[in-house]
């Protein structure tokens, strides 16, 4: 158990729909980032906060947005459902934001269905 | 631009043989270098990582190597056993503008320890 806890394990929804994703970092950790990981694929960087503020942004669609709260928790929250967005997505924490090189945790993710 | 590429894409090793698993980065200014491996269906976990003050670095049975002048990495595990089957990642840190790291992650490596 590393710490990092995600909710929900599982999500069904249908294309057009909206969900929210939550991410509680360890204890201690300032800094949050999610990931996305098609089937069979790599893990694709989406955003990163440290400790309320966006840090970095990658690969992240504008129909996807997040933000972190003033307790460190995180959500990602996906628009306009598509089926290719049918992922996991991740959440990892850390103590800082870098840079130099700050070791990530990751949570158990969340698996995203798209009907 | 950023970019890690990960070889092989699958292995297959007979149980006690050595597994080498190689990584080169594009960004000479990485300074961070994880590797994670990750059963099916579960998160990413931490198994070792190394700074780019340091060329080897050994924690039993997993060893990593760094060879800054060429931007290549190595993850090299002896000894291996069935549960080493997994899919292995590695990653590179990058600091794109504003001082944050981020991880970008190779395409992984299917990892398959024959008895």
């Known amino acids: 158990d590393s710490g990092v806890t995600q909710t929900p394990k599982h999500l069904i929804t249908a294309t057009g729909q909206r969900v929210t994703l939550r991410c509680s970092p360890r204890?201690?950790?300032?800094?949050v980032y999610w990931y996305q990981q098609s089937l069979d694929q790599g893990l694709q960087f989406l955003i990163q906060?440290?400790?309320?503020?966006?840090?970095a942004k990658g690969n992240i669609l504008e129909r996807f947005s997040a933000q972190q709260f003033p307790d460190l928790h995180s959500e990602l929250n996906l628009s306009s459902l598509e089926l290719g967005d049918s992922a996991l997505y991740f959440c990892?924490?850390?103590?800082?934001?870098?840079?130099?090189?700050?070791?990530?945790?990751f949570g158990p993710g969340t698996r995203l269905l798209v009907l | 631009g950023e970019n890690v590429e990960q070889h092989p894409s699958t292995l297959s090793v007979q149980e006690g043989d050595s597994a080498v698993i190689k990584c080169t980065y594009s960004?000479?200014?990485?300074?961070?270098f994880p590797w994670y491996k990750q059963e099916l269906g579960k998160r990413p976990q931490l198994i070792i990582d190394?700074?780019?003050?340091?060329g080897e670095k050994k924690d039993q049975r997993i060893a990593v190597t760094l060879n800054k002048t060429a931007k290549h990495f190595s993850l090299h595990i002896t000894e291996t056993q069935p549960e080493d089957s997994a899919v292995y990642f590695c990653?590179?840190?990058?600091?794109?503008?504003?001082?944050?790291?981020?991880?970008?992650f190779g395409q992984g490596t299917r990892l398959t320890i024959n008895p």
């Open positions: 990892a924490s850390s103590v800082g934001s870098g840079p130099w090189g700050e070791t990530q945790y």
């Open positions: 204890s201690g950790d300032l800094s």
């Open positions: 906060y440290y400790n309320g503020e966006e840090r």
């Open positions: 960004d000479s200014a990485s300074n961070y």
């Open positions: 190394i700074r780019s003050n340091v």
């Open positions: 990653a590179a840190s990058f600091v794109p503008g504003g001082g944050a790291q981020k991880l970008v």
